[in-house]
């Protein structure tokens, strides 16, 4: 183990490590003696309400071999939008890299591994994660912090728990990723999660509150609470396998995103794969989603809904199969559907689009009709569309939002904060080109102390004015807009 000016937090100590044997007894006199002592991990502790077992604070440090331990609580923003209470956590351009690690946290609002602000970047490779209790995620990233995951085993329990909430960027690789109660994956705000040969299961089972009734794997969303800004949000996911056991498969409100799968096995809790409309965050009116989905060499099914205030555009690539419908209770929303010559849509039910583009041989009706912009399309013709543009309303966004509420979405993202709050500001409001302040000062156990800070969903906290009235979001328990 490697580490350049980073502090191992215990309890009571500020730089002590415990070395235990994590695999029984060491007999000195065994042949087997060497095979076990190279088991021997080294321990770090903390139970500090707000601490760190692990915190590099700009410097280059890497542990190797290690077993991370964290109790205590968090109940402020500081937790959900910096880090505090993080098991693991980098900051100000710190680059820490963790091989081999066994991490787990048992505290409300204690995330398992937490990279926070520009320039910082945490590698974590062949690593267990398990989060134990509401709102800790198993990995997160704000304020334009980056995470690279490769191998290992990853698990969130507990509400507001997602395996990932994304306010950055985070790249996960042939690894297997699992959340017992929130969403799998959430990415709020100009942000993005990539997925590469990954095992991914989400059973999003818990609420944090009632701005959204659906539940779902994969969240994309802008909760409009002022760390993340407004963008596009991405998620794409190559190989490996999606298994959902409830509720629907992609849900994007309030926020422009991206979407790309390639090749993905999916197993579905429903008949809802994709879902574009508003939900309760942002401006009534101008809170749907807009949404550039792509599917290339992929078998996929299910009912794609995208409301009056949403749009899509979708694009069937390279051998793909859609079986599913469209708005299957009218048009609503726009919606472009791109089909490449070797690749078919088979519906479901009668479904309404706005504009198509495919060969005579993309479609089967299979006894159903599809009215591309109110005409019923007729199987076997060639049909030559153009790409709908996003939604634009008149409503002016004058309500920044919250952060989901307990059991809601998790964290948000886009361009995360690239600095923490002034000392006794919360976070900015989001799209005006301004950055959260700078963190502030004052407890730094999260006890509400200091800068007034917001708790994570479900604690009945609310975050400060900020100086423009509006009050950031609380993030979602399910960590997702449940």
């Given amino acids: ?81 910096y880090g505090e209470n993080a098991a693991v956590f980098a900051e100000n351009g710190a680059t820490l890299t963790i091989k081999n690690a066994d991490i787990t946290t048992d505290g409300g609002h204690a995330n398992a591994v937490f990279s926070y602000g520009e320039g910082t970047t945490v590698n974590i490779s062949d690593s267990k994660i398990r989060t134990s209790a509401n709102n800790s995620g198993g990995i997160m990233t704000t304020g334009g912090g980056i995470v690279n995951v490769t191998g290992g085993y990853y698990e969130a329990n507990g509400k507001g728990s997602p395996a990932i909430y994304s306010t950055a960027d985070i790249t996960v690789k ?18 993005s999660v990539t997925l590469d040969n990954v095992t991914l299961t989400a059973n999003n089972v818990s609420k944090n509150s009632d701005k959204s009734s659906v539940y779902q794997a994969v969240m994309l969303y802008q909760s409009m609470s002022g760390d993340a800004d407004e963008g596009t949000a991405s998620f794409k996911m190559t190989g490996g396998s999606l298994v959902n056991k409830n509720g629907g498969m992609f849900y994007i409100n309030n926020t422009t995103a991206e979407i790309s799968i390639s090749d993905v096995d999916f197993t579905y809790a429903s008949d809802d794969f994709l879902r574009i409309e508003a939900a309760g965050w942002g401006k009534e009116g101008a809170n749907g989603g807009q949404v550039t989905f792509t599917a290339a060499n992929q078998n996929f099914e299910g009912n794609t809904i995208v409301d009056s205030i949403s749009t899509l555009n979708m694009y069937l690539n390279d051998g793909t199969v859609y079986s599913g419908a469209v708005n299957t209770d009218g048009a609503a929303g726009a919606v472009y559907v791109e089909i490449s010559d070797d690749s078919t849509w088979t519906l479901t039910g009668d479904s309404y689009i706005t504009s198509l583009t495919c060969d005579a041989d993309a479609i089967d009706l299979n006894g159903f009709t599809l009215y591309v912009n109110g005409e019923a399309y007729s ?9 709908v543009e996003a939604y ?60 007034a800070p917001m708790g994570m969903p479900g604690d009945g906290q609310t975050p400060p004015d900020g100086g423009n009235g509006q009050q950031p979001p609380e993030m979602p328990g399910n960590a997702a807009g449940n």
């Fill in 174 to 191: 042939d690894a297997e990723l699992v959340s017992n109660s929130a969403q799998g994956i959430v990415v709020e705000g100009k942000n």
């Fill in 392 to 451: 634009k309303s008149e409503v002016s966004d004058d309500s920044k939002g919250q952060r989901p509420e307990d059991g809601q979405g998790g964290p948000q993202q886009g361009e995360a904060p690239s600095e923490k709050p002034e000392e006794g500001q919360a976070p900015a409001g989001q799209g005006d080109g301004q950055q959260p302040p700078e963190k502030p000062e004052g407890d730094a156990q999260g006890n509400g102390q200091g800068g």
């Fill in 379 to 387: 199987e076997g013709t060639e049909s030559q569309g153009t790409a």
């Fill in 1 to 81: 183990m490697l580490a350049a000016n980073v502090a191992a937090c215990g309890s009571n100590k500020t730089a002590e490590t415990t070395v235990a044997a994590t695999e029984g007894k060491i007999e000195a006199e065994t042949p087997a003696m060497e095979s076990k002592t190279e088991a021997v991990k080294e321990t770090y502790e903390n139970s500090e309400d707000g601490g760190h077992a692990i915190h590099a604070d700009g410097e280059n440090a890497e542990y190797e071999n290690i077993e991370v331990k964290k109790t205590g609580d968090s109940d402020s923003e500081e937790a959900d939008f």
